[in-house]
């Protein structure tokens, strides 16, 4: 097992130490750092979402208020979406606060299993029973510890409201995004003191919940290991869509597809080359939060604040979960249907198409170059650019078509809202109008009549 563990590092990092020297190597040097980024779940969704959400709106924003908002809300968000989970879990916890709780003498050992799966620490035949257990009961504590991170998102929205109240004294929409620049925009004193008061309510809720969670975490990975119980809400804590499938199974679901795509649904941390990474369990069970503490956050400014986000923000989410997967599904289909880039386009056994991770691109490189004669160093660069493009292709395309249809969305929203904001005037001024004609003194009538001309 530690042996198998070595040559595994040992590949990554010859791959990492590869340096495509010679001319014309700039572009695989390009693609393999392109390739590296895809293959980090943080980075990639970072840009994604940069490029989808932030950059159309910034484009479009319509007042120094509008763009410091949605500035704050989205860079923020990303902040807690893609990089608040590894540093947190991998920094402060895994070898900061955790570690120090278990004893000396297998403190070391324990910290190193903390990435590996449930399955590969209890299959581990070299260690004792109390370090398997130490490792699980810690790992649920630190992802116990990290639910401060989706509940921080879920508050997000409030604080957003609170900055740009303080920041600008604003809290209708359509003075933030200044909407009709004809008339003196008027703030309603009772929206902003309950913007005010709710957010305040809500960033309370958070810090109290944030630090339960990490005491609970704390006292889960202290004591974790002394019970069979608090081995299985350990264990329930990192894999709940185990827990889910069974539960659904004992209600009668027969349908085994259902049941294993739910079981494999987990709030364990990604392995990045034994160190703790976001998984997409985490990413979204933090993006839906996000999306009920927008909707939530909304309330405070009406009713259309609440349908705008259960129109854009349901497909923000799952693009962020989601990225352009299913358009790189589309892609390798029709490649290996043209029997285009046959040594990085395969169906595995079950007939799933597939394509090698980068670090499994010099083990293929050296194998091809053994059965063709040619050399592993210009396989290996071959098959990175192929790599590059099978990923490129369909990620820039899904940035596109995500970034066209959110545009389109918000647009088409600030138009409404303006209409409707028009026609609402324009009601108001009829009522005036039909009341000043009908007064036994004929002046107001003729004097708003003249405005009108």
């Given at each position: 097992?530690?042996?198998?563990?070595?040559?595994?590092?040992?590949?990554?990092?010859?791959?990492?130490?590869?340096?495509?020297?010679?001319?014309?190597?700039?572009?695989?040097?390009?693609?393999?750092?392109?390739?590296?980024?895809?293959?980090?779940?943080?980075?990639?969704?970072?840009?994604?979402?940069?490029?989808?959400?932030?950059?159309?709106?910034?484009?479009?924003?319509?007042?120094?208020?509008?763009?410091?908002?949605?500035?704050?809300?989205?860079?923020?968000?990303?902040?807690?979406?893609?990089?608040?989970?590894?540093?947190?879990?991998?920094?402060?916890?895994?070898?900061?606060?955790?570690?120090?709780l278990a004893p000396k003498t297998i403190r070391e050992n324990i910290n190193k299993q903390i990435p590996n799966s449930i399955e590969q620490i209890t299959k581990n035949k070299t260690l004792t029973e109390e370090v398997k257990k130490r490792a699980i009961s810690t790992k649920a504590g630190i992802v116990l510890a990290c639910a401060a991170i989706p509940v921080a998102e879920y508050t997000l929205s409030f604080a957003k409201n609170l900055f740009?109240?303080?920041?600008?004294?604003?809290?209708?929409?359509?003075?933030?995004?200044?909407?009709?620049?004809?008339?003196?925009?008027?703030?309603?004193?009772?929206?902003?003191?309950?913007?005010?008061?709710?957010?305040?309510?809500?960033?309370?809720?958070?810090?109290?919940?944030?630090?339960?969670?990490?005491?609970?975490?704390?006292?889960?990975?202290?004591?974790?290991?002394?019970?069979?119980?608090?081995?299985?809400?350990?264990?329930?804590?990192?894999?709940?869509?185990?827990?889910?499938?069974?539960?659904?199974?004992?209600?009668?679901?027969?349908?085994?597809?259902?049941?294993?795509?739910?079981?494999?649904?987990?709030?364990?941390?990604?392995?990045?080359?034994?160190?703790?990474?976001?998984?997409?369990?985490?990413?979204?069970?933090?993006?839906?939060?996000?999306?009920?503490?927008?909707?939530?956050?909304?309330?405070?400014?009406?009713?259309?604040?609440?349908?705008?986000?259960?129109?854009?923000?349901?497909?923000?989410?799952?693009?962020?979960?989601?990225?352009?997967?299913?358009?790189?599904?589309?892609?390798?289909?029709?490649?290996?249907?043209?029997?285009?880039?046959?040594?990085?386009?395969?169906?595995?056994?079950?007939?799933?198409?597939?394509?090698?991770?980068?670090?499994?691109?010099?083990?293929?490189?050296?194998?091809?170059?053994?059965?063709?004669?040619?050399?592993?160093?210009?396989?290996?660069?071959?098959?990175?650019?192929?790599?590059?493009?099978?990923?490129?292709?369909?990620?820039?395309?899904?940035?596109?078509?995500?970034?066209?249809?959110?545009?389109?969305?918000?647009?088409?929203?600030?138009?409404?809202?303006?209409?409707?904001?028009?026609?609402?005037?324009?009601?108001?001024?009829?009522?005036?109008?039909?009341?000043?004609?009908?007064?036994?003194?004929?002046?107001?009538?003729?004097?708003?009549?003249?405005?009108?001309?």
């Amino acid at each position: 097992m530690i042996t198998s563990v070595n040559n595994k590092i040992n590949k990554v990092n010859t791959y990492n130490n590869q340096s495509f020297k010679g001319n014309g190597q700039f572009l695989t040097k390009a693609a393999d750092l392109f390739i590296k980024s895809q293959e980090n779940l943080s980075s990639t969704r970072f840009i994604q979402d940069t490029a989808t959400n932030w950059a159309p709106k910034a484009i479009f924003s319509r007042s120094k208020a509008d763009f410091a908002e949605m500035s704050f809300l989205e860079f923020l968000e990303s902040g807690i979406f893609y990089f608040a989970s590894p540093l947190l879990g991998e920094k402060l916890f895994r070898n900061g606060i955790f570690k120090n709780l278990a004893p000396k003498t297998i403190r070391e050992n324990i910290n190193k299993q903390i990435p590996n799966s449930i399955e590969q620490i209890t299959k581990n035949k070299t260690l004792t029973e109390e370090v398997k257990k130490r490792a699980i009961s810690t790992k649920a504590g630190i992802v116990l510890a990290c639910a401060a991170i989706p509940v921080a998102e879920y508050t997000l929205s409030f604080a957003k409201n609170l900055f740009t109240l303080k920041t600008f004294n604003k809290s209708n929409f359509n003075n933030i995004a200044n909407l009709d620049k004809t008339h003196e925009e008027k703030e309603d004193k009772a929206q902003q003191e309950r913007v005010e008061k709710n957010s305040k309510k809500q960033l309370k809720k958070t810090a109290i919940i944030s630090s339960i969670g990490i005491a609970s975490g704390l006292l889960l990975a202290a004591t974790g290991h002394k019970s069979e119980k608090l081995q299985s809400i350990s264990k329930g804590i990192l894999e709940p869509g185990k827990v889910i499938a069974n539960g659904v199974g004992k209600l009668g679901l027969k349908n085994d597809k259902i049941k294993n795509t739910i079981s494999k649904f987990s709030l364990d941390f990604s392995n990045d080359n034994g160190k703790l990474a976001l998984s997409k369990g985490q990413l979204a069970l933090t993006a839906i939060l996000g999306l009920f503490g927008y909707s939530k956050a909304a309330e405070d400014r009406g009713k259309l604040d609440v349908a705008e986000v259960w129109t854009r923000v349901p497909l923000v989410v799952f693009y962020t979960i989601f990225g352009g997967e299913l358009f790189e599904k589309g892609f390798t289909k029709i490649l290996k249907n043209k029997n285009k880039f046959p040594d990085i386009v395969k169906r595995t056994a079950d007939g799933k198409l597939q394509t090698p991770l980068r670090e499994e691109l010099p083990k293929l490189a050296e194998k091809i170059a053994k059965e063709r004669g040619t050399s592993s160093n210009s396989e290996l660069a071959r098959l990175t650019k192929e790599k590059a493009i099978v990923t490129a292709i369909p990620y820039a395309f899904s940035l596109l078509f995500m970034g066209f249809t959110l545009s389109a969305i918000t647009r088409l929203w600030t138009q409404f809202r303006y209409n409707k904001q028009q026609k609402d005037n324009a009601t108001k001024n009829l009522d005036f109008y039909t009341f000043a004609k009908n007064q036994k003194t004929p002046e107001i009538y003729k004097q708003f009549s003249e405005f009108n001309k």
